[in-house]
């Protein structure tokens, strides 16, 4: 793997922690706010957005643990 892949596969993980997954995992309704939601009165949306930010947490870490070394998170199939 040459630098330019790793520098993409880390820029794109931290992107995505930075842009999606704080905030929608901290405030998900706030985010749904700046999108221009309607913000419903039950707890769904918020329910589905912290789940949703925690799933982007977890693929921007797979991410840049790829970027360090993509030889530790590759499988064989």
């Given at each position: 793997?040459?630098?330019?892949?790793?520098?993409?596969?880390?820029?794109?993980?931290?992107?995505?922690?930075?842009?999606?997954?704080?905030?929608?995992?901290?405030?998900?309704?706030g985010w749904a706010?700046?999108?221009?939601?309607k913000i419903p009165?039950?707890?769904?949306?918020?329910?589905?957005?912290?789940?949703?930010?925690?799933?982007?947490?977890?693929?921007?870490?797979?991410?840049?643990?790829?970027?360090?070394?993509?030889?530790?998170?590759?499988?064989?199939?």
């Open positions: 793997m040459n630098a330019g892949s790793s520098i993409f596969m880390f820029v794109g993980s931290t992107g995505l922690v930075i842009l999606l997954g704080l905030p929608l995992l901290i405030s998900p309704m706010r700046r999108l221009g939601w009165q039950e707890a769904d949306l918020a329910n589905l957005g912290r789940s949703l930010g925690g799933v982007l947490l977890s693929v921007a870490v797979e991410g840049d643990l790829a970027a360090r070394n993509p030889m530790a998170v590759s499988t064989d199939v």
